[in-house]
């Protein structure tokens, strides 16, 4: 059961390497490091007992700690592309019950995710404590239908999921997509199940303009647009 008193701690996983943009975590978006926006907001919420970031690289390290949040050393072997995300939480909660320390919920927030807010963060915790969810994760409507899928078979194009392709958006059920930004756990249900698509699982919506996901530089080119048009907002 989530509860408001609830032993809260943040783990951002911030790695070196990146294979698209380099150094990634690190890059300039709007005149601050990537990785900067999502200590902030996770610092700006007040949900948190720690905001640590996971990371192997010195670098990346001073940047999080000037951010104000601690650092957890990462091995080099959870610093590698095939480490996942699961790897670095197990690492990290485990690391922390050795050191005598224990949390009920855990918060995992991707630096890819610079236009999630200190309030999507509050209105996740609100959601995932209402719900009395044992998971929860932000999503964010598709952009186009998924029903709507073409696949190349024998060198043609065929719809994907049969006659759906013929109804109006309005007719097709309301999907969602994970969009990166927000995953809430409680600890023993994670440790338990060793995923965020465990049981008890229940989303937060997130608008399109603030899912971007930072894959790629035109990613950094469109949050840097829409990081423009909250200012002036």
Same mark, same amino acid.
């Given at each position: 059961?989530a509860r408001?008193?609830?032993?809260r701690?943040?783990l951002?996983?911030a790695?070196? $390497?990146?294979?698209?943009v380099?150094?990634?975590?690190? !890059?300039? *978006? /709007?005149?601050r490091p990537?990785l900067?926006?999502t @200590?902030?907001?996770a610092?700006?919420s007040?949900l948190?007992?720690?905001?640590?970031?996971?990371?192997?690289d010195?670098?990346i390290?001073?940047?999080?700690? $000037?951010?104000?949040?601690?650092?957890?050393?990462r091995a !080099?072997? *959870? /610093?590698a592309?095939?480490?996942?995300?699961?790897d @670095?939480?197990?690492?990290?909660?485990?690391?922390?019950?050795?050191g005598?320390?224990r949390?009920d919920v855990?918060a995992?927030?991707?630096?890819?995710?610079?236009l999630?807010t200190?309030d999507?963060?509050?209105g996740a915790?609100?959601r995932f404590?209402e719900?009395d969810?044992d998971?929860?994760?932000?999503?964010?409507?598709y952009a186009?239908?998924p029903?709507w899928?073409?696949?190349e078979?024998?060198?043609y194009l065929?719809p994907?999921?049969g006659?759906?392709?013929l109804k109006k958006s309005q007719?097709?059920?309301r999907v969602c997509?994970?969009?990166?930004?927000?995953?809430?756990?409680r600890?023993e249900a994670?440790?338990r199940?060793r995923?965020?698509y465990?049981?008890?699982?229940v989303?937060?919506?997130?608008?399109?303009?603030?899912s971007?996901?930072v894959d790629?530089?035109?990613?950094?080119a469109?949050a840097?647009?829409?990081?423009a048009r909250?200012d002036?907002?």
């Amino acid at each position: 059961m989530a509860r408001a008193n609830d032993r809260r701690a943040c783990l951002v996983p911030a790695r070196g $390497g990146s294979q698209r943009v380099p150094r990634k975590n690190v !890059a300039p *978006l /709007a005149g601050r490091p990537l990785l900067a926006w999502t @200590v902030e907001a996770a610092l700006a919420s007040g949900l948190f007992e720690r905001v640590v970031v996971s990371t192997e690289d010195e670098a990346i390290a001073r940047v999080a700690e $000037g951010c104000g949040a601690a650092v957890l050393p990462r091995a !080099a072997a *959870l /610093a590698a592309s095939t480490a996942t995300g699961v790897d @670095v939480c197990v690492d990290a909660l485990e690391r922390w019950q050795a050191g005598g320390e224990r949390f009920d919920v855990l918060a995992f927030l991707l630096p890819t995710s610079p236009l999630r807010t200190a309030d999507d963060l509050r209105g996740a915790w609100q959601r995932f404590v209402e719900r009395d969810a044992d998971f929860l994760m932000a999503v964010t409507d598709y952009a186009i239908p998924p029903f709507w899928a073409l696949e190349e078979r024998d060198g043609y194009l065929r719809p994907f999921w049969g006659h759906e392709y013929l109804k109006k958006s309005q007719e097709l059920p309301r999907v969602c997509v994970d969009n990166g930004a927000v995953y809430f756990a409680r600890v023993e249900a994670f440790l338990r199940e060793r995923t965020f698509y465990g049981d008890r699982l229940v989303g937060y919506w997130m608008p399109r303009e603030r899912s971007v996901d930072v894959d790629e530089p035109v990613d950094l080119a469109l949050a840097e647009f829409f990081l423009a048009r909250r200012d002036t907002a």
